[in-house]
């Protein structure tokens, strides 16, 4: 049987607790809901957050039901990104309050073509967030107000990721917001392609709150 690699499945940052949580098989395979089972680990890599660099090595499930493998990436990454995702969202941030591509550089400390990069990309993609996250935000909070333009698509796709992870902090208790972003986009906040839907709260958020 040749197993394929299918999208990561976004985790909790402990990896005590999501190793635990692989061995006593509560992780569903995110394509079939089959049981996942541990398969060994990720390459390592290094993730520069906002301080210090920290090198992490995911690691790897396959599923008991259907031929896949799954990269159980911790919740602090983005997938294919050397920089954390709150490194990342401080500069989404940053450039939707009117700072420059390479003041933002300067700041965070990274190549101007790097945060380039996370700018165009996340712009590219601003409607579909801007959706996906109000859609979010309404299942986490049915009474929720209604989402105010800001007069930008990336303002507008921000506003609601930042409201979608306050709902969320509400209903299951605090976790920094772009460990929220990073998990219910499955870690494609920069991703290339649209992702097909959004990750249900009841299952996604909760498990990837765990650690
Ligand atoms: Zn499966």
Known sequence: MVLGEAPM???GTDPLEVDKLL???HLRCPGCEGELRPWGHARSRDVRGEGA???SRPQRASCSVCPQTHVLLPAFMLARRAD???????GLLANANGTGHRKIAELLGRPVSTVRGWLRRFACRAAHWRLTFTTLLLALDAMAAPITATGSAVGDALQALGLAAAAATRM????PPWQFASSASRGLLLGPAPVAAVAA???SVPAAAAG
């Open 9 to 11: 499945l976004m985790v």
């Open 23 to 25: 061995r006593n098989g």
């Open 53 to 55: 660099t920290a090198r």
């Open 84 to 90: 954390s995702a709150a490194v990342i969202g401080t």
């Open 172 to 175: 299951f208790g605090p976790r």
């Open 201 to 203: 709260p009841s299952s």
